[in-house]
């Protein structure tokens, strides 16, 4: 009996805490036919213990707090799996899904666009997203975070692409 | 008639000195740049305003239209960049302050039109970054050294000596 009541009030923690994904993420892991492939996710935790590897004049500690996840995906057009069709179908959920547009920023040659979802002054995700001929990229934020500290980082959102380069991933 | 489409014209295809002048810097892939819109200084309002003093900086924030930023960090030729870049701003804009210290080379200038500045313009060079920055919208220069605590933008905290003065 113990342990059956172990067993459901721990089924019903954990759905509890379970965050609802993106849709953007659900639309890539659906066209790779596999809900692991492709899109790689950093954990607090593996923010927290990474923080150091970025510049100290980066992306506060503050914010690192108050993420839970990253979602990263990358394909360029020589890769395997690579779907043409995807950045389109992106943008068309950017464009009706409550993102607002913040920034564009353009990066070792290569143009992203930041939008973030937002209640009031809490934002629930921030997404960089670069969509060409040639590579798609995303970095999905998720979290709580105070927009506040979203304005104090974010000239500092292209330190957020180095995560590609760091051995979190 | 007329006017109303002079006018939304004039505001259409306005430039801000970093699409007018510094256009030859988007060729650099080592620059990176940074443009923020109106949505993001919308986002201001939402905001908790607990003092009078707050409320003015939203208010401010509120007029801004855009940001842009060209950064080079760890430029071997900052200096080089810096010393192109401070001959290119036209007539249109007056120096503001030029700060000379330490390592740090800044220069600020405003364009006024009708009496009230519409774009401030930073072109630096702090120990081998190289800056420019264009902000456009009206702009109350008493406010901006809060705008530069809110948004991180260092270089900006130099605008302070004008609170000084």
């Known amino acids: ?169 | 008639m007329l006017a109303a489409l002079v006018a939304f014209g004039g505001s259409a295809f306005s430039q801000n000195a970093i699409d007018k002048y510094f256009n030859y810097l988007d060729g650099d892939t080592s620059l990176t740049k940074v443009t923020i819109n109106s949505k993001m200084f919308e986002l201001f309002t939402y905001m908790e305003a607990e003092s009078d003093e707050e409320k003015e900086f939203k208010e401010m924030v509120s007029n801004l239209e855009s940001l842009k930023v060209f950064i080079k960090e760890d430029a071997t030729d900052a200096e080089k960049l810096f010393d192109e870049a401070i001959k290119k701003p036209g007539k249109e804009f007056e120096v503001l302050m030029e700060v000379d210290q330490d390592k740090e080379h800044f220069y600020f200038y405003i364009k006024e039109t009708d009496g009230i500045v519409d774009e401030l313009l930073m072109i630096g060079n702090s120990d081998g970054e190289f800056i420019v920055l264009s902000l456009t919208g009206k702009i109350d220069l008493a406010q901006l050294s809060k705008l530069s605590k809110q948004m991180n933008i260092g270089s900006m905290k130099h605008l302070e000596k004008l609170d000084e003065d």
């Open chain 1, 1 to 169: 009996m113990k342990i059956l009541f172990f067993i459901v009030t721990f089924t019903l923690l954990q759905s509890c805490t379970s965050d609802v994904k993106p849709l953007i993420i659900t639309e890539v892991q659906d066209r790779s036919n596999n809900p692991f492939a492709g899109v790689k996710v950093v954990y607090k935790s593996m923010l927290r213990a990474a923080q150091n590897k970025f510049g100290s004049d980066s992306i506060g500690l503050e914010i690192i707090n108050q993420i839970d996840r990253i979602y990263y995906y990358q394909k360029d057009s020589t890769s395997f799996g690579y779907q043409p069709n995807l950045g389109g179908k992106i943008d068309s959920i950017i464009a009706t899904d409550h993102y607002t547009e913040i920034s564009k920023v353009r990066h070792k040659g290569k143009n992203y666009s930041a939008f973030v979802k937002h209640k009031k002054d809490r934002v629930s995700e921030i997404l960089l997203f670069q969509n060409s001929a040639a590579e798609i990229l995303l970095i999905d934020i998720q979290g709580n975070i105070s927009l506040r500290d979203v304005m104090q980082n974010i000239t500092n959102l292209p330190d957020l692409l180095q995560l590609s380069d760091l051995n979190i991933l």
